[in-house]
Nanobody, 129 residues
Framework: QVQLVESGGGLVHAGDSLRLSCVAS????????MGWFRQAPGNGLEFVAG????????VHADSVKGRFTISRDNAENIMYLQMNSLTSEDTAVYYC??????????????????????WGQGTQVTVSS
């Protein structure tokens, strides 16, 4: 069992940076592939970034590539999402998620939300233009 709690969201201006954190409890964090998703008002859940169990393999959505960076610290049971050059289009509730597997291969890899089995409650990010 893994429990996830996100933090770090807030109200910022366009061009600012934020770092989101996802603290995990449970013994299986260090062996779980993880991901960040977001949901803007009126939109569905959107994949943002994914990372394998060791942190040496990551994938980022095209919409955030070059601006956002996913990382993890297994010693502290924390996953991060560093977000730079934020725009109003990044406004959304951000969720972290964990999978049973160490890495996600096949079935679409890290992108499909149904490849994940544990979810946090979300943290709001609002970017004013």
């Amino acid at each position: 069992q893994v429990q996830l709690v996100e933090s770090g969201g807030g109200l910022v201006h366009a061009g600012d940076s934020l770092r989101l954190s996802c603290v995990a409890s449970g013994r299986t964090f260090s062996s779980a592939a993880m991901g960040w998703f977001r949901q803007a008002p009126g939109n569905g859940l959107e994949f943002v970034a994914g990372i394998n169990w060791s942190g040496d393999s990551t994938v980022h959505a095209d919409s955030v590539k070059g601006r956002f960076t996913i990382s993890r610290d297994n010693a502290e049971n924390i996953m991060y999402l560093q977000m730079n050059s934020l725009t109003s289009e990044d406004t959304a509730v951000y969720y972290c998620a964990a999978a049973y597997q160490r890495q996600l291969q096949g079935n679409g890899g890290y992108s499909p939300s149904n490849n994940y089995h544990y979810w946090g409650q979300g943290t709001q990010v609002t970017v004013s233009s």
